[in-house]
């Protein structure tokens, strides 16, 4: 399924978030594990792991959990 993701978002203090973060908030907020994203965006669940340790330091929620409502109360993904 393809999406479109545009050129990212902007954050806290002109910070963005580049398009493959907001590809990987969209996933996270589907429920989707690593290995899903992994085969999904087909990288390695290393790579994954690697990309939401940058975004859970970049955003500053506590953990995954709170990185998907973060992304989307923000308005970072659609809900939909």
Do not use: W
Not at 5 to 10: A, E, F, L, N
Request: proline share 4%.
């Amino acid at each position: 399924m393809m999406r479109e993701v545009g050129k990212g978002k902007d954050i806290n203090d002109g910070e963005k978030i580049s398009p493959g973060e907001m590809e990987m908030l969209y996933f996270i907020t589907r429920g989707k594990g690593n290995r899903g994203i992994a085969d999904r965006q087909f990288i390695s669940g290393r790579i994954v792991k690697t990309l939401i340790a940058y975004l859970l330091e970049k955003l500053s929620p506590r953990d995954r959990s709170q990185l998907a409502i973060y992304a989307l109360q923000k308005k970072l993904v659609d809900p939909n």
